[in-house]
């Protein structure tokens, strides 16, 4: 579906309303039990990273001032609207080897070397992939992990 369609055909805008922190879930529960008796509700997104707000897409604000109106945590709505662009970003899934290089050391958190400090030697973005040299081994030991195996320890 493209930024601009919606499923009724116009154009749908993105609402932030502010929530208790914590409750997201609970008001997100209860706008959905309100938007399937409404119309002009297309979707109720929580982003992962922030706590205290909940993202309403709809046909218009006035949809939203609608199914929010006496709903327990919500604190408000975010004024203006946000754009397709930075919804998007907000819940893009970033591989934890985007921020890897190779040098770098890392921890191993899955696994049989659980626990252990590694360097990276090579990563493979496409396969999920990093290759590391195990530090605390008595020869040098190199082993291909999955991404979510390791984390970054510390930069050299």
């Known amino acids: 579906m493209d930024s601009s369609e919606t499923r ?5 805008q993105f609402a932030v309303l502010r929530t208790v922190s914590g409750k997201e879930f609970n008001v997100a529960l209860v706008l959905e039990l309100r938007a399937s008796r409404e119309t002009g509700i297309y ?3 929580i982003p992962p990273d922030v706590r205290g707000y909940v993202i309403v897409e709809s046909d218009g604000l006035h949809s939203v001032q609608r199914v929010a109106k006496g709903v327990k945590h919500v604190r408000g709505r975010v004024t203006g609207s946000v754009t397709y662009e930075e919804v998007e970003r907000l819940v893009r899934v970033r591989s934890p080897l985007e921020e890897l290089k ?5 921890e191993v958190i899955a696994g049989p070397f659980k626990g252990l400090k590694a360097t990276v030697r090579t990563i493979n973005l496409s ?3 990093v290759e590391v040299e195990i530090l ?6 190199k082993v291909f992990l999955p991404g979510d195996n ?7």
């Open 102 to 106: 190779p040098g770098d050391v890392v």
């Open 127 to 129: 396969k999920n992939e």
């Open 150 to 156: 390791v984390k970054p320890a510390s930069r050299r």
């Open 43 to 45: 979707g109720i997104l």
């Open 8 to 12: 009724g055909g116009g154009s749908s």
């Open 136 to 141: 605390e081994a008595a020869y040098p030991l």
